[in-house]
């Protein structure tokens, strides 16, 4: 029962994941328990599901963090002290990571919402081999392939070019490399080489921290930028738009 009781509890299922070493993802657990599924509802169905997934954390359980466990010992109050705030760290660290990473459809959806302030609606998405392909002057759809190279957001101007719209978030300078040039210039690039330049407008809107030479180089690759702050200026130049 004491298992079921920490399973059925969501951060304590969590935090249990991270005794391991490495920690042990939520699919991890599923898999080594043998579990179907690790909800409240399905585990107290099976209860032998919960003690064999505490099985596999003890099994993987970092010695370093928990030296008692390891030698069948009471804890010395300074190592329950390190072993807690070690585990604290870990499992704030993942869930920041996991944070930043939901960003970006947070990013998705805030342009959307632009798109919406200006009269636009979204529309099912489709593939775009040509410039004559995909939404209408009006409207705009989500992820889809562009030529070859998928978009997070694609619009029809209101002058009938194609807008594809990436949404990238980036933690660093360094990372805004990769998030610039690799993931918005040099598909700006192939998208305008391929639709033509008169019927393709790239549009990165960021969020995050990038440098300002990487800003510079995508701009100089055809790729117009807006901020995740800003996006009034995308519907600003919506607006401006014959």
């Known amino acids: 029962y004491q298992a079921l009781d920490v399973l059925c509890h969501p951060r304590e299922r969590e935090l249990v994941r991270f ?4 920690p042990l993802s939520a699919d991890d657990l599923k898999t080594l328990s043998g579990a ?3 909800t409240p509802k399905r585990l107290r169905e099976e209860p032998d ?3 064999a997934a505490i099985k596999a ?4 359980l970092d010695p370093r963090r928990f030296p008692w ?4 010992r009471p804890a010395e109050p300074t190592e329950r002290f390190a072993a807690i705030v070690a585990t604290a760290a870990l499992s704030a660290s993942a869930r920041t990571q996991t944070a930043r ?3 970006g459809r947070e990013l998705e959806t805030a342009v959307k919402t632009a798109l919406a302030s200006v009269g636009y609606h979204e529309v099912p998405t489709v593939a775009v081999a040509n410039s004559t392909q995909g939404p209408r002057v009006g409207e705009y759809c989500g992820e889809c392939d562009v030529v070859g190279g998928k978009a997070d957001v694609l619009v029809r101007l209101p002058d009938g070019r194609l807008a594809p719209i990436e949404c990238k978030v980036s933690n660093s300078e360094v990372n805004s490399y990769k998030r610039l040039i690799h993931d918005c210039g040099e598909k700006a690039q192939t998208w305008t080489r391929v639709l033509g ?3 393709c407008v790239p549009i990165a809107a960021l969020a995050g921290c990038y440098s300002l030479g990487n800003l510079r180089k995508a701009q100089e690759m055809g790729v ?3 901020w995740a702050h800003e996006l009034g200026a995308l519907a600003d130049f919506i607006n401006s738009l014959p």
Request: glycine share 4%; hydrophobic share 50%; proline share 7%.
């Open 101 to 103: 990473r939901s960003r």
């Open 197 to 199: 330049p008169a019927n």
């Open 49 to 51: 599901k919960a003690v």
């Open 224 to 226: 117009t930028l807006v």
């Open 19 to 22: 005794l391991a070493a490495p």
């Open 57 to 60: 954390v003890l099994a993987g």
């Open 69 to 72: 466990v390891v030698s069948e």
């Open 36 to 38: 179907q599924s690790l």
